[in-house]
């Protein structure tokens, strides 16, 4: 089966081939550091993280660019507010990013440039736009002309004569039109600056974009990624920009995740409603969060909620406990790399994928094998199982798990550490547990069903649920 991506431009799936045979270029707008990741930073992470696995689980050799927005309103505004440099702020929250994301499973892009480190190359296509009389410079500003470029809007679906008559755009009086945007800034005393034909400034957010994904993946790529609130303006403009330089169409697929929403508003800093990752980690181990976050199509909505973070981490520890039950009992088997791949649950989750990567199916693909694989641990510890196919479901259910960024751990350190998170948390006094467990087995020796109640239900109400197994009682947080 073709890999298909829906693709915004056109607004529908379309058979994936590539610029290049065999090769695949991937610019994602990154963070603009100013602050700590939230989770619809983590989403669009995890999607695209997810994108590039299976790329390259396809055999495609993939350049995959991440850029820094390290120059930005934002930054200078927070830098002023802690009477800082702007530096230390960009390299303080970049440190964060790699930490907070690299939590998620998250691997390294191929590149992963920062806006400043590439002021040449805007000034370079900011010249040329002047030269092609698609840009001008109007007191040491640099605006892009939009009604030199006839298919603005192409992208968002946005029609040019509604967006000039309506009330979002912002007047500037040193624009030709109202809807022009700017290319180069002009600084303002005390901001940082850099020199260019115009006088001293910086950079537009919009042709950094444009110019870091010339630079890395050439005049034409693949796929160009983002949350779906850059559709317009930023992506429209990066596509007006480029256009005005190459005179041709910048990006083959617009691949754009949906929002996060918390009461049906999406989650981000300007409506005050978010969780940073930070956050997040403090309840819930970050392969929870991770396993929530890739369980809807990734341009569907997702609803954030606890509830939603509980279930998932159910989930995730059904996926680890069978794993680790099978593992157990097939620690001797061999199987080729011949049997996992042609097995029925990698057949079906590259069918899902090839789908504009539709990881909820595969979501639901793992759920279902997960069963197969219990069953067929009760028949081996009946006697009539068949250890082989157990190793080679194993194989292949990690290998499944493998294209979401899951069951990367063992099965024992993610137990130990949710139930770490989970201690952390409600400030469990393991010593008393244990104590109250050992209090509860000594009353039902003796017959003490009243005593043993008592146990159980004071656990109960400090989170912990019992297990009576063959082995003794075991125990977890709820």
Request: hydrophobic share 35%.
């Amino acid at each position: 089966m073709t890999l298909k991506i829906f693709n915004t431009l056109s607004g529908k799936k379309e058979a994936f081939v590539p610029v290049r045979e065999n090769a695949v270029g991937m610019y994602v707008c990154g963070v603009t550091v100013y602050d700590y990741c939230h989770v619809g930073h983590g989403r669009a992470g995890v999607v695209f993280d997810t994108i590039f696995r299976y790329l390259k689980h396809l055999g495609f050799d993939v350049t995959y660019v991440r850029n820094f927005t390290d120059i930005d309103d934002k930054i200078i505004n927070r830098a002023n507010e802690q009477n800082i440099p702007w530096q230390e702020v960009t390299e303080k929250f970049i440190d964060a990013f790699y930490e907070d994301m690299g939590r998620l499973h998250i691997q390294s892009p191929t590149e992963e440039p920062k806006a400043t480190d590439h002021i040449p190359e805007m000034l370079a296509m900011i010249s040329a736009l002047i030269d092609q009389g698609k840009a001008y410079e109007s007191d040491g500003d640099v605006f892009y002309s939009v009604t030199s470029f006839e298919g603005y809007g192409q992208l968002s679906g946005k029609n040019i004569d509604d967006l000039q008559s309506g009330a979002r755009v912002e007047v500037n009086e040193q624009k030709r039109d109202a809807l022009d945007f700017a290319l180069w800034k002009k600084s303002k005393p005390g901001e940082p600056s850099w020199d260019s034909p115009w006088g001293a400034g910086r950079p537009g957010w919009h042709i950094e974009c444009s110019a870091m994904g010339r630079k890395y993946l050439g005049d034409i790529f693949d796929i160009h990624g983002g949350g779906k609130d850059l559709v317009f303006p930023h992506h429209e403009n990066e596509i007006a920009q480029s256009c005005g330089v190459t005179g041709c169409a910048p990006v083959r697929f617009w691949v754009h995740n949906g929002f996060v929403n918390i009461d049906k508003e999406k989650m981000s800093k300007s409506l005050g409603n978010f969780f940073t990752l930070r956050d997040i980690y403090k309840k819930y181990h970050p392969e929870t969060l991770r396993l929530f976050l890739i369980s809807s199509h990734y341009r569907s909505p997702i609803d954030f909620s606890e509830k939603n973070l509980d279930d998932a981490e159910k989930v995730l520890l059904r996926f680890y406990e069978a794993l680790g039950d099978a593992e157990a009992l097939v620690v001797d088997s061999d199987v080729s790399p011949e049997q996992v791949r042609s097995h029925s649950l990698i057949v079906k989750c590259e069918e899902a994928m090839n789908d504009d990567f539709n990881t909820a199916v595969v979501m639901a693909h793992l759920n279902e094998e997960l069963r197969a694989i219990n069953s067929e641990c009760s028949n081996i510890d009946n006697g009539s199982g068949d250890k082989e196919n157990l190793a080679v479901r194993v194989a292949a259910f990690k290998i499944a798990g493998g294209l979401l960024g899951l069951l990367e751990n063992s099965p024992q350190t993610i137990k130990q550490e949710i139930f770490d998170i989970k201690q952390s948390e409600l400030g469990l006094d393991v010593e008393k547990i244990e104590g109250l467990i050992e209090d509860r087995k000594q009353a039902r020796k003796d017959k003490n069903w009243a005593r043993a109640d008592e146990c159980r239900d004071e656990l109960t109400q400090m989170g912990v649920v019992l297990e009576d197994t063959a082995q003794g009682t075991e125990w977890k947080i709820k």
